[in-house]
């Protein structure tokens, strides 16, 4: 399987463009430059699907030498796009593939019916809706499967009273022709005995790396929401918890713009844009 990083940053990237903070000014200084959340992925090199889609999506696709559309004029390698949330930093990228002639969305059924560019998109391709029922496998093209876990039930701000419990997902894709597996859960704000058991066994993951500390919001933003109240555990206390896990390569994406980690040496691994990855 081939994991194409193409955004490591949460949401607004790093820098965000209205920012002066510390870590925009720092990451301005340094030339760094990371697009909001999302990888592709692929398991035979042809057909590749996009986790998430970013505000970012068409510089992250163009970037992407495995994403160039062709032989035929509009022939491209994109099979489809699987969401975790129904956020606009994961989401707001699909009004950019409007051009596509078919566009087929996995998501819950929640993240489906909640997304408002539904109806716009359905006007200008062919919208394919498919439900991703957690726990289940779902084949896709390319020898992969998926099978989604929730994680989390944070409604975004645009749907706030709307109904559900699986607003938030991990994905865990397995290629079936050489037992690699990826997970992917950059949106995790609690670590539970069934996410552990979802892990488990896995080659590479990508996991939720938003912030370091639990009172990193409050020290370098001002802010009074905890990372947990904002849908995301610290880095530094998943740590323990991948102890049990030592056979697995993880790195930490989804960095926001008061993560120290974002801009400089970091004492973990942390995913680059344009990265690739195989398992």
């Known amino acids: 399987m081939r994991i194409r990083v193409l955004g490591s940053a949460a949401g607004g990237g790093c820098p965000q463009w209205n920012c002066a903070c510390d870590g925009c000014g720092a990451a301005r200084d340094a030339g760094v430059d990371r697009t909001q959340d999302g990888v592709a992925v692929s398991g035979d090199g042809s057909a590749w699907y996009l986790l998430n889609a970013s505000p970012d999506i068409r510089a992250q696709v163009l970037a992407a030498e495995e994403l160039r559309p062709g032989p035929g004029r509009r022939d491209t390698p994109i099979r489809g796009v699987l969401l975790t949330t129904a956020e606009i930093d994961h989401t707001a990228g699909l ?4 051009e596509a002639e078919t566009l087929t969305l996995y998501a819950t ?5 909640a997304l408002p560019i539904v109806p716009i998109l359905s006007r200008y391709t062919d919208l394919r809706l498919r439900v991703l029922p957690a726990g289940e496998p779902v ?4 020898g992969l499967t998926v099978r989604a876990a929730v994680v989390g039930a944070k409604v975004p701000r645009y749907a706030e009273g709307a109904e559900g419990e699986d607003w938030v997902c991990a994905l865990r894709l397995r290629d079936e022709r050489t037992g690699g597996v990826f997970v992917y859960a950059t949106c995790l704000p609690q670590w539970t005995e069934e996410f552990d058991e979802f892990l488990r066994g896995a080659d590479v993951a990508l996991l939720d790396g938003t912030f370091w500390t639990e009172d990193e919001p ?5 802010l009074t929401r905890t990372p947990r109240q904002m ?7 998943v740590l323990p918890q991948l102890q049990r896990h030592a ?3 993880v790195l930490f994406g989804h960095l926001n713009n008061t993560n120290p980690l974002a801009v400089g040496e970091a004492p973990v691994e942390v ?3 344009g990265q690739l990855l195989r398992c």
């Open 218 to 222: 409050a020290l370098r933003a001002g």
């Open 95 to 98: 009004l950019a593939l409007r």
């Open 247 to 249: 056979g697995t390569r």
């Open 139 to 142: 084949p896709l093209e390319g």
């Open 109 to 113: 059924g929640t993240v489906l019916g």
């Open 271 to 273: 995913a680059r844009d």
């Open 231 to 237: 849908g995301h555990l610290p880095i530094t206390d």
